[in-house]
């Protein structure tokens, strides 16, 4: 597609391939699976899938940080990040019900891009006193260099499918 998104919505994030999420799920637990992992949190709504497969595999609990905040949220923490394929600003709130410093976090997303939906997600887990202790996606797109924005909280940042370039279709040989 055009503006640098691809499309992966027969698999990813509309019609989901569950043995490519349980697949998914199963290499980022091998990856983190020492770290002693509580809680994955994730952005509603197409993180969820490879969240929860993280989760199940690591026998952790998922979060995932609501676009709209309900009724029901009392005590909760937002924070701000641009959409590229919502074309605006998106609100991600989490209740502090769920995350604490009693926790120990990875952030899992569809796409690592920019990289502001998952720092606005590390933002959540660091104002909770939760200890941040990785990030993984399940695509990379590297020429957006949203890794580096990420580099600044100093855990390890897991891209199973690393994409150098769209056009042509070019990918990063990775080392897992």
């Not at 979060?63 to 937002?78: C, D, E, G």
Request: proline share 3%; no cysteine; charged share 20%.
């Amino acid at each position: 597609m055009d503006n640098g998104i691809l499309k992966v919505d027969s698999f990813l994030n509309h019609q989901i391939d569950p043995l490519l999420m349980k697949s998914a799920g199963e290499l980022i637990a091998d990856f983190f699976r020492s770290f002693g992992v509580t809680k994955v949190l994730t952005a509603e709504s197409s993180g969820i899938a490879p969240a929860l497969m993280a989760a199940s595999s690591l026998g952790a609990q998922l979060v995932f940080a609501r676009k709209r905040r309900p009724i029901t949220m009392q005590r909760y923490l937002s924070e701000s990040a641009p959409s590229h394929t919502k074309g605006g600003i998106v609100e991600l709130n989490v209740s502090m019900d769920y995350l604490g410093s009693e926790d120990r976090v990875i952030i899992v997303d569809d796409f690592l891009a920019s990289g502001k939906t998952i720092e606005a997600l590390a933002r959540l887990s660091n104002k909770t006193g939760a200890s941040l202790v990785g990030f993984a996606a399940i695509i990379e797109k590297t020429f957006e260099e949203g890794r580096s924005l990420l580099e600044k909280f100093g855990v390890p940042v897991l891209g199973i499918v690393r994409i150098s370039s769209l056009d042509p279709l070019s990918f990063v040989e990775n080392e897992i």
